[in-house]
């Protein structure tokens, strides 16, 4: 069994392709396979809007990896490695900035499972140039190009999809980039959590913030808490900071990867977690936040979870806080409530 995921077991098969480039890898890359890359090219630099995949690649010198929502950096990249998103809007934003970034004569390999819809990147690269599957195995596709059309300027600001959320009374701003959850509507998760919340005081972390809905409306809602929001996604990050900002709301927003980057005194724990890695179900990120979550919280420090309902959290909750209660329940959806 091969240690790649099936985008890069098709790359690997063809590495002629690569040999002599400098190639700035993009996308949703989840695994080593831009190590073995660095044997056949002159450089390989990672660009990723995921925290945690960017510090998985921090070990490994001989690749340079950058995380952010925008790459802003000098490369002499003259290769594209494009493992195609989950979300199509997120697929054309890349390919929007990485094209403008590097203009023409930029070649690109573009690899993604069928069922992800990498289908799709025959019609998105026309505005660029032409664009040809050359292979197909393990129910992916392998497609190589190259930008011959000068790519329009790139400016991140265009690419917020803004909407109204109202609650309670109030209409709040969200701004959100492609692919970050609630992408343009108010997810009935998150309502039924917030209209079960009780009054917040002290420190406050929004674990997974996506767009900012959450920690917007407890900002609104407690305006003397401390808020501090994160994500595992540059997207989200810049989603949330761009919300807050719209609002007149202030707080701390930053990448995290579970608990790598937060504070541990928490006196609300207060999440939506997400259940998606790629286009498979996981659920280890959240199982991870229940069962570390009192080192993370103050004395008394309390956490509240929305779940769907057929997740199987309470012993989690039960086994890390000594106790687990139900607030809330509709068909779909479970809060979740424990004290330290």
């Known amino acids: ?32 396979f831009p190590i073995e890359l660095t044997q056949h090219c002159h450089s390989v630099t990672v660009f990723t809007t995921n925290y945690g995949y960017h510090r998985q690649l921090s070990s490994y010198p001989q690749v340079k990896s950058v995380f952010g929502a925008e790459f802003n950096e000098q490369t002499q990249a003259d290769m594209v490695l494009l493992y195609w998103p989950k979300a ?27 069922r992800s819809g990498v289908k799709s990147i025959e019609k998105m690269f ?59 509507e108010f997810d009935i998760g998150s309502k039924l959590l917030l209209d079960t919340l009780p009054e917040l005081s002290g420190k406050v972390l929004d674990f997974g913030c996506g767009a900012g809905v959450i920690g917007s409306v407890m900002a609104q809602l407690n305006p003397n808490i401390e808020l501090e929001m994160c994500d595992i996604s540059a997207l989200a990050v810049e989603s ?25 005194d928490y006196d609300f724990i207060i999440s939506n977690p997400p259940f998606h890695a790629g286009l498979d179900t996981s659920y280890s990120a959240t199982e991870d936040l229940l069962a570390q979550g009192p080192k993370h919280s103050s004395k008394q420090g309390s956490l509240y979870i929305v779940a769907n309902s057929f997740l199987k959290y309470p012993p989690i909750i039960k086994q890390a806080y000594g106790n687990c209660e139900t607030l809330n329940k509709t068909n779909k959806f479970t809060i979740y409530h424990a004290i330290k």
């Open 1 to 32: 069994m091969s240690a790649y995921i099936a985008p890069s077991q098709i790359a690997e098969r063809q590495l002629a392709y690569f040999k002599g480039k400098h190639v700035l890898v993009a996308g949703e890359a989840e695994d080593l």
């Open 240 to 264: 949330s900071k761009a919300t807050l900002a719209a609002n007149g709301f202030t707080g701390k927003v930053f990448a995290s990867d579970v608990y790598s980057d937060t504070s541990s």
């Open 126 to 184: 026309k505005p660029y140039g032409l664009i040809t599957k050359y292979d197909s195995a393990r129910r992916c596709s392998f497609y190589w190009g190259q930008c011959t059309h000068p790519p329009a300027p790139f400016n991140l600001q265009e690419w917020f999809k803004t909407y109204q959320v109202e609650y309670q009374q109030t209409s709040l701003t969200i701004k959100s980039l492609p692919g970050v959850f609630s992408h343009g």
């Open 88 to 114: 199509k809007a997120e697929a054309e934003y890349l390919l929007a900035m990485l094209m403008a970034k590097l203009g023409t004569e930029t070649e690109i390999v573009v690899v993604g499972e069928n």
